[in-house]
């Protein structure tokens, strides 16, 4: 799909120096389907009602992107209450709970929802197990704009947020054999597979999701990195501090022995911290696309005599549907 070429890299200081570096490069890497299909999104409701089309939250977590789509006619607001009458509201890549879409109904107001269909899963999974009776233990990063979501689909008082294996042992069900869990779709593999483990230590009889509730492109990410981690002094992941699945990246990184570090544009790189590097990992996040990381090559090619390849890795072929109302957009 196209999108707006990249805005002008901000001035860079060129490198002293021009000695090798080897850079390898993840793959797969960069967007996935849920975030190509939310910016597509964006796009075709512009394109359908006109300027300006109000975003409620980021649409996915990356500057750049969001930006890209400013310049079309996008206005992001963090409330339903900041979009006017009678102009069309997207909701996140994220999701949103329910009362979000009841106040637009209410409203009267046209929105379409950008929600990635894996995080829509997982709330259909929630509500299932809500009427099965089950209290959910949901595995989550507190705050995080998927979890508020999540935390939104099903009545007060019916789901749990735990973020730790401490939280865990703090737990004490009215009833330990009506319990199940599902998980944010962007947390670490290894980190959750450890509290997925405690809980069913813990609550033998705790129901598990219909299949893997981490989406396909987070794991296949991290998987990425741990064959970086294994060729590389040292890895960039390009991405915001804010996106979970690229904060994500730096920690599976970092936990493989590379030193590591999250920058969202290459002027963002300071060169003296490859001191010392021979070979260099580049990945990017779901929500970052390639061309930050051509430009980011673009940066070391200035500094350093580039020997640049990319590693072989899982190709990704899922993609997923428009709304049915942007269909003829």
């Known amino acids: 799909m196209d999108h707006p070429p990249a805005s002008p890299p901000r001035p860079v200081p060129l490198g002293s120096g ?3 570096i080897k850079v390898m490069i993840a793959a797969p890497r960069g967007f996935c389907a849920g975030v190509d299909r939310a910016i597509r999104i964006v796009e075709l409701t512009i394109q359908k009602y006109g300027a300006p089309v109000y975003v409620r939250h980021e ?4 500057r750049f992107v969001v930006d890209s789509l400013r310049a079309q006619g996008a206005i992001f607001v963090e409330e339903l209450d900041e979009v006017p009458d009678g102009r069309p509201v997207v909701f996140s890549a994220h999701g949103v709970p329910k009362v979000v879409t009841g106040d637009a109904e209410f409203r009267g107001l046209d929105y379409v929802d950008a929600t990635c269909p894996l995080v829509s899963k997982v709330h259909r999974q929630a509500e299932r197990l809500i009427k099965d009776g089950r209290h959910i233990l949901f595995i989550g990063h507190r705050g995080h704009p998927e979890v508020i979501g999540t935390l939104g689909q099903v009545p007060a008082g019916t789901i749990t947020l735990i973020e730790t294996v401490a939280d865990i042992d703090a737990l004490a069900p009215s009833d330990p054999d009506a319990l199940a869990f599902l998980t944010q779709t962007t947390l670490s593999v290894d980190d959750t597979a450890e509290m997925i483990a405690a809980l069913q230590r813990r609550f033998p009889s705790i129901a598990a999701p219909r299949g893997e509730d981490i989406c396909y492109a987070t794991s296949n990410r991290q998987t990425a990195v741990k064959q970086l981690s294994g060729v590389c002094d040292a890895i960039i992941v390009l991405g915001a501090p804010n996106s979970s699945n690229s904060v994500r990246l730096v920690e599976v990184a970092v936990r493989e022995g590379a030193r590591a570090i999250l920058i969202e544009r290459a002027a963002d790189l300071n060169l003296a911290w490859l001191d010392g590097v ?16 051509r430009e980011l090559i673009d940066r070391l090619h200035t500094a350093f005599q580039v020997d640049e390849r990319e590693l072989d890795g899982i190709v ?3 993609t997923f549907k428009l709304p049915r109302s942007l269909e003829a957009a």
Not at 59 to 62: D, E, R, Y
Not at 278 to 293: F, K, R, W
């Open 278 to 293: 021979d070979t260099l990992g580049i990945t990017a996040g779901a929500s970052a696309p390639e061309l930050l990381v």
């Open 18 to 20: 021009t000695r090798p």
């Open 316 to 318: 990704e072929t899922m």
């Open 59 to 62: 649409i996915v977590h990356n």
